[in-house]
């Protein structure tokens, strides 16, 4: 069968007709396969959701116990046929219970990759390739100015400042879902043993982490409500970006404002923030994991969304690979 008839894009999301079933849909469905736990792709209102067991209980951390009308786990490696459609979710490597997703219907397999990085991570299970006919592939940083340096050096660039400025607090902004538990993880492969203290947004997620056996070492409440801004000094505060503009924020003495993503590699959006000690740590593939990885799945025929779409279509034409911008809308490049 031709691959756009088993997957199609639709103002809902990529849609598989046999199947009757969307990917990661922005609007409420019938039925949604959900590749992890990111409020651009998983949101609540559909009427069944199927996805890994640890994408459905951030789910219902997230949205409440009523987010879905009805759940069905999908165990990684594990085949499931909807309406004669062989389904099947396999480790993306983004966040924890993150997963592509391998649609299969009469000889023709497409892998619809979700959000993916490459790089080694403690806190999720690693990106495993699968040999497919198409592959959708995210394109966040689909540029190739986009080389993500190696993350311990960041998280050593983080400690270096912190032993120049001990009477400093580093506020460090990370996405709760995801960055933050692994900027914990990173510093604590690094040998950081003291307490780390955050944001009250991260708790219920990092508990999660925790009881999933991902250890991130002794945490502690960021509050000042009974105590000084000098009880801070010298220690790392992790907290939401969005949290920087609060009356929160401003209650640390002389705060080194650090924002770990992806995007701190552009100058100008360092500069808009406002922030002293940028961190280029990715949850995302950068241009040389985009392409190495289109390379080892070897698929004839690529599709491109989420991102920097022209200049991934671009790198395929010039090596022989089809390939077509899918220009899907709702979903968010920053949440990184």
Request: aromatic share 8%; hydrophobic share 40%.
């Amino acid at each position: 069968m031709r691959a756009s008839d088993l997957l199609c894009p639709m103002p809902k999301g990529l849609y598989c007709p046999p199947g009757d079933f969307y990917i990661d849909p922005v609007a409420p469905v019938e039925r949604a396969l959900i590749t992890h736990g990111h409020s651009d792709h998983a949101r609540s209102g559909h009427a069944h959701v199927m996805a890994t067991a640890e994408t459905l209980d951030i789910m219902g951390l997230r949205y409440g116990a009523g987010y879905a009308g009805s759940v069905q786990i999908a165990r990684p490696g594990e085949t499931t046929a909807i309406n004669g459609v062989s389904v099947r979710f396999v480790p993306a490597g983004h966040v924890l219970g993150s997963a592509q997703i391998v649609v299969e219907q009469d000889g023709t397999r497409i892998v619809a990759s979700g959000d993916y990085k490459r790089r080694a991570d403690a806190t999720c299970a690693p990106f495993e390739p699968v040999e497919c006919d198409v592959f959708i592939t995210e394109a966040t940083f689909g540029l190739p100015v986009f080389r993500h340096p190696d993350s311990g050096m960041e998280i050593r660039r983080l400690l270096h400042s912190v032993a120049q400025f001990p009477d400093r607090t580093h506020l460090v902004g990370a996405y709760a879902l995801g960055k933050a538990q692994r900027v914990i993880r990173l510093l604590r492969e690094a040998g950081y043993d003291r307490k780390i203290f955050i944001h009250g947004a991260l708790q219920t997620l990092s508990d999660y982490y925790h009881s999933q056996g991902i250890d991130l070492g002794p945490l502690g409440p960021a509050t000042l409500e009974k105590g000084k801004a000098s009880d801070f000094a010298g220690e790392i505060v992790i907290s939401t970006p969005s949290a920087f503009s609060d009356r929160w924020a401003r209650r640390f003495a002389d705060p080194v404002t650090c924002f770990a993503s992806g995007w701190m590699q552009i100058r100008q959006r360092v500069r808009q923030r406002g922030v002293e000690l940028p961190l280029i740590l990715s949850d995302h593939a950068d241009w040389d994991e985009l392409t190495g990885t289109i390379r080892e799945v070897k698929a004839p025929e690529v599709w491109v969304t989420h991102g920097r779409e022209e200049a991934l279509v671009r790198w395929c034409s010039l090596n022989g690979i089809a390939a077509r911008p899918l220009h899907l809308v709702g979903y968010e490049d920053e949440s990184e």
